[in-house]
């Protein structure tokens, strides 16, 4: 299966501030998605994402598949978008999603 | 819309005891998935089922782990005999097909002492 790296793994961010987290895999994806897992350990699709950009509220995403990256974009973070944002992928006749390690970010007030 | 329900939240065992753990998906979804996830990594998938049909098996322990989904809808993950390792959380997930959005339910927190 592919291999999937995420970065930054910690981030502190206060209220109001912009931030880009950044998927990285090794191989080429066919299935690419994008999600936030809160500090009740509730897991929540955010976006369903193998190329192009998509756009929901505050959050963005984009997929540059032929150069095997993805970035999630936070604009005017809020405290409740504290927690892990995990990205997943998986590509040829494979279909196990491989999650990465995930971004924890912390939204300060 | 009813999202996917998982039962129990939490479970404390000892080792070698057994244990199972419920799923019941989303309305009409397929594919449904058995995670799992250990404290300070991504879920890791366990198995995959398409329909009442498994698509993929290969990161589950066999000699300790079973699990199946009768009739396509519900489906039981068991652990026998249950090792300090597995402690970890349990996540079910559902998708309408293969290689589709997955939705996840509130996972089964277990502990084994």
């Known amino acids: 299966g592919i291999q999937v790296e995420q970065s930054p793994p910690d981030l502190i961010l206060q209220e109001g501030a912009n931030s880009t987290l950044r998927c990285n895999f090794s191989d080429s994806v066919n299935n690419l998605q994008w999600f936030h897992q809160n500090p009740w350990g509730q897991l929540i699709n955010l976006f369903y994402?193998?190329?192009g950009t998509k756009q929901n509220g505050r959050l963005s995403a984009t997929t540059v598949a032929t150069e095997r990256y993805s970035l999630l974009y936070i604009s005017s973070s809020q405290t409740t978008d504290s927690g892990v944002y995990f990205c997943?992928?998986?590509?040829?006749?494979?279909?196990?999603?491989?999650f990465g390690k995930g971004t924890l970010l912390t939204v300060n007030p | 819309e009813a999202g996917v329900a998982q039962s129990p939240r939490y479970k404390i065992i000892e080792k070698r005891q057994s244990v199972a753990f419920w799923c019941n998906p989303i309305s009409g979804h397929a594919t449904l998935y058995w995670y799992q996830q250990i404290l300070g990594q991504g879920p890791k998938l366990l198995i995959q089922f398409q329909n009442n049909g498994v698509v993929d098996d290969s990161q589950l322990p066999k000699d300790r782990f079973s699990a199946e989904r009768l009739k396509g809808v519900d489906s039981t993950l068991k652990i026998q005999p249950a090792k300090l390792e597995d402690s970890a959380v349990y996540l079910c997930?559902?998708?309408?097909?293969?290689?589709?959005?997955?939705?996840f339910g509130p996972g089964t927190r277990l502990l084994v002492l």
């Open positions: 997930a559902s998708s309408p097909g293969n290689q589709e959005t997955q939705y």
């Open positions: 994402i193998p190329s």
């Open positions: 997943a992928g998986s590509g040829g006749s494979n279909y196990k999603l491989t």
